[in-house]
């Protein structure tokens, strides 16, 4: 394999072809619990597109696996290497090229952090609205592999709805240009939104035109108090059937709530199974979360708290933000879920993992994008304890299932990676799992863009 490194170092600027036996391990994985990871060849850190280009005419000459990866704080282990791949690191690639407050895009490298073009874009009068958990590491290319949600969704929807035209190096090295930077385009068939959660099997993306929105003005937020976390769905059902629009609706079941009350002591009450959070970003969000506290009382919360001004709304906001953080501090290790079901089944969802809990003798706690329905449960668990880990990883498979029953998918913005390949089989059935596999061969016949994962 010292030919394949000295065939990349032969076109490659110094520095770039890096294979320090720690430096690659640091690159080995993302966040995903119970994902193999493999040793690397080499981790490669192109800064242009001529690199990438290289890279792949290499991989394909050697015929070795190319494992693209971004930020790695994905959660399903798709970023993982696998044995003898080059690990095709895009951060460095991380130019923001242009911003058009005309047609309302911004052009970028796959490197850009996601919250450095949010900020970017603002400085400018506009808004780009997918902010994952993650922001503030995670990369815009990273968003685009995995088709990334994140807190805003509920009004302003995915990624795949803000990405126009994609730049796209192919596992031979040739550059693919999809997609358009114009408001419409209707030519061919939609090769960018196959792009959009390909998890890196089809190509590697180098560049994005994507969609920005007028900035909106600064929202306000509420928390609502229930007693059961059926409460709260139903609350959540009445306020999407009477055609609100809240920029952001949030739930934490209750074993989140006292989480967070251990690690911050928020003074939230012990007895609140279920907590709430909405906001709007409308000309007059005092009036739509007056309307919607209403729906609230209505539905048993037991107290409703509107935020006055933008400054206590990021204070009720506070404990969502801290509900990951917390759980993690549970035990020594946590698994994160994203089913996604129906609105209207969001309730036996919270229900049917409280009871997969107390089967499996863990604590797994539940917050949620619940505009959309997207659960994320997090089993929390000792990862030094073998039948613990073994229940942990059952308890997953259970929740998988459970999602599937009530109408949903398995995963809402995490993508499938190496963790739910076979639970992506389970809800794709046969024929499309064929035709899906058939689409990889075409753009990829030789199986080497991060081979082993999604299928």
């Known amino acids: 394999m010292g030919d394949v490194v000295e065939m990349l170092g032969a076109g490659l600027a110094p520095g770039v072809v890096v294979t320090d036996p720690e430096v690659m391990a640091a690159y080995a994985r993302d966040m995903a619990s119970f994902s193999a990871v493999g040793d690397p060849l080499a981790v490669v850190m192109p800064r242009t597109v001529e690199d990438v280009q290289h890279v792949m005419r290499t991989a394909t000459a050697a015929r070795v696996p190319v494992v693209p990866q971004g930020a790695r704080t994905g959660l399903s282990g798709g970023a993982n290497a696998v044995d003898g791949c080059i690990v095709l690191s895009l951060a460095k690639m991380d130019r923001i090229l242009e911003i058009d407050p005309v047609d309302r895009i911004a052009v970028v490298e796959p490197g850009v952090v996601n919250a450095v073009l949010s900020r970017a874009v603002a400085e400018r009068g506009l808004y780009y609205p997918p902010d994952p958990s993650s922001w503030e590491q995670c990369t815009i290319g990273g968003n685009i592999g995995t088709g990334a949600g994140g807190l805003c969704c509920v009004k302003y929807g995915v990624t795949a709805e803000y990405v126009l035209g994609l730049d796209v190096v192919l596992a031979d090295g040739r550059l693919l240009s999809t997609g358009r930077r114009t408001a419409k385009g209707v030519a061919g068939y939609d090769l960018t939104r ?32 229930f007693p059961s976390a059926s409460a709260a769905c139903a609350a959540i059902c009445t306020i999407m059937e009477r055609g609100h629009v809240p920029s952001l609706l949030e739930l934490m079941d209750g074993t989140t709530i006292r989480a967070v009350n251990a690690m911050a002591q928020m003074g939230l009450p012990e007895s609140t199974e279920a907590l709430l959070l909405a906001a709007f ?18 539905a048993g919360a037991t107290e409703v708290v509107p935020a006055q001004d933008a400054a206590e709304s990021e204070m009720l906001l506070q404990a969502r933000r801290l509900s990951l953080t917390a759980l993690e501090r549970v035990s020594t290790a946590t698994m994160i879920d994203d089913v996604c079901v129906p609105r209207g089944r969001l309730g036996e969802m919270l229900d049917g993992v409280a009871a997969i809990a107390a089967e499996y003798d863990l604590t797994i706690g539940v917050c949620a994008h619940a505009g959309d329905g997207n659960t994320h449960p997090v089993v929390c668990f000792d990862a030094h304890d073998p039948d613990e880990s073994r229940r942990a990883r059952e308890s997953f498979d259970a929740i998988m299932a459970l999602g599937l029953e009530l109408g949903g998918t398995i995963t809402g913005e995490h993508g499938v990676g190496l963790l739910k390949k076979d639970w992506l089989a389970r809800e794709l059935g046969p024929t499309a799992l064929e035709l899906q596999r058939g689409v990889k061969a075409v753009f990829d016949p030789l199986g080497l863009l991060n081979p082993g994962k999604v299928f």
């Open 194 to 225: 196959l792009f959009v959660g390909s998890e890196g099997t089809l190509g590697v993306v180098v560049k994005a035109v994507v969609a920005l929105r007028p900035a909106p003005p600064q929202q306000l937020a509420l928390v609502a108090e």
């Open 281 to 298: 970003d409308t000309p007059d969000p005092a009036a739509d979360l007056a309307a919607l506290g209403e729906l609230c009382t209505a």
